[in-house]
């Protein structure tokens, strides 16, 4: 399927789901999901936590509390803080993951950032490329507006470079 790449704060975006990139506890820290939980207050962060911990490229949904969102997919792309690194299969996997769930759930716009990267400590633009893979390859049922996020100029250039994809 067709994507964009976008810069921005993924708390201030608008679709139907907006994806974390969580750890197995789904306990939200900081990155991606700082912002997050920030945007939409603190009961996203025990909403998700009640459902963890989860395996590794699971993915659990919350409400979006007050984000512009109708929910939020916590995929699991990295293990719990100190229990090691992302890997190129549990980006993908979370990446799939988030992806069907979304189907699942009748959404039709979708904003995922580079999951496993950051703190994660996966390269971003080998993540970027695992991510991107995986949404091309993704036949949606009700997904049609699928945006890969990068907070600064610097990641969305990595970002389209690892994608191949211009502006």
């Given at each position: 399927?067709e994507?964009?790449?976008?810069?921005?704060?993924?708390a201030g975006?608008?679709?139907?789901a907006?994806?974390?990139?969580a750890?197995?506890?789904?306990?939200m820290g900081s990155?991606v999901?700082g912002a997050?939980r920030r945007?939409?207050g603190?009961?996203?962060?025990e909403a998700?936590?009640e459902?963890g911990?989860?395996d590794?490229g699971?993915?659990?949904?919350?409400?979006?509390?007050?984000l512009?969102?109708?929910?939020?997919?916590?995929?699991?792309?990295?293990?719990?803080?100190?229990?090691g690194?992302?890997?190129?299969?549990?980006?993908r996997?979370?990446?799939?993951?988030?992806?069907?769930?979304a189907?699942?759930?009748?959404?039709q716009?979708?904003?995922?950032?580079?999951l496993g990267?950051?703190?994660?400590?996966?390269?971003?633009?080998?993540?970027?490329?695992i991510?991107?893979?995986?949404?091309a390859?993704?036949?949606p049922?009700?997904?049609?507006?699928?945006?890969?996020i990068a907070?600064?100029d610097?990641e969305?250039?990595?970002?389209?470079?690892?994608?191949g994809?211009?502006?």
């Amino acid at each position: 399927m067709e994507y964009d790449v976008v810069q921005g704060d993924i708390a201030g975006q608008s679709a139907d789901a907006l994806v974390n990139a969580a750890g197995t506890s789904l306990r939200m820290g900081s990155g991606v999901a700082g912002a997050l939980r920030r945007g939409a207050g603190n009961e996203i962060n025990e909403a998700a936590m009640e459902q963890g911990p989860v395996d590794l490229g699971a993915v659990a949904v919350t409400d979006a509390y007050d984000l512009e969102a109708e929910y939020v997919i916590h995929a699991a792309a990295m293990p719990h803080y100190d229990d090691g690194e992302a890997t190129a299969s549990s980006i993908r996997e979370a990446t799939h993951n988030a992806l069907e769930n979304a189907d699942e759930l009748d959404c039709q716009s979708l904003v995922i950032p580079a999951l496993g990267c950051g703190v994660a400590g996966f390269d971003l633009a080998d993540g970027a490329a695992i991510i991107g893979e995986e949404i091309a390859a993704y036949e949606p049922d009700s997904l049609e507006d699928v945006r890969f996020i990068a907070y600064s100029d610097e990641e969305v250039e990595t970002v389209r470079k690892a994608t191949g994809e211009t502006v």
